[in-house]
């Protein structure tokens, strides 16, 4: 969670000065950029049950996550105004997406008496991960530009995909998976 926390709070801080600083967009079409964002993590949102049904929890949270780190990339390489906008709204609502399956899992995870504290001890490592990110990415920024500290983050996020997915290992068959049908004779 840590290390997606670093991925997810090196570049969510600066969109706004990503698509002003480096694409020249005036603040009027980021005003409408974020919002069409807000729209795509509502659809993500409602979709993602049906990711998680369909290849399972660790497994759909997985592939949210290397969905993100791509579109990190893909916003790294973007030159046009309009192609970045797209490639945003679909790097928020792929991050977006794995919220629910990760709030799912760790309140599986623990007694009903301890969720409270694994609820709190949660946020506390993904709002300290996403302080330190900022502070670094922020500089970084500075100093070496958009698509090298993108494209360094997008990095940061797929190790955290394949490392969630190494830690929590592979999903047991979906639950949605229809029994095989029986053959008549």
Not at 60 to 66: E, N, P
Not at 115 to 138: D, E, K, P, R, W
Not at 147 to 162: E, F, H, Q
Request: aromatic share 10%.
């Amino acid at each position: 969670m840590a290390l997606w926390s670093l991925a997810v709070g090196s570049f969510s801080p600066f969109f706004n000065v990503y698509f002003a600083q480096h694409l020249h967009i005036p603040m009027k079409q980021i005003g409408t950029i974020f919002s069409a964002s807000q729209f795509s993590q509502v659809l993500a949102i409602l979709a993602a049950p049906v990711v998680f049904r369909r290849f399972g929890l660790v497994t759909g949270i997985m592939y949210t996550q290397i969905a993100a780190a791509l579109a990190l990339g893909c916003l790294a390489a973007a030159s046009g105004p309009s192609t970045a906008a797209v490639i945003f709204m679909g790097y928020t609502a792929f991050q977006w997406m794995n919220e629910p399956g990760m709030s799912s899992l760790l309140m599986n995870q623990v007694k009903p008496s301890e969720q409270t504290g694994a609820s709190a001890m949660n946020f506390l490592v993904i709002n300290v991960a996403q302080a330190i990110a900022a502070a670094v990415a922020g500089a970084s920024f500075v100093r070496f530009g958009y698509p090298v500290v993108l494209s360094v983050t997008a990095i940061v996020a797929l190790a955290a995909a394949l490392l969630f997915r190494l830690l929590l290992g592979k999903d047991p068959l979906p639950v949605s998976r229809p029994a095989p049908a029986e053959v008549s004779s």
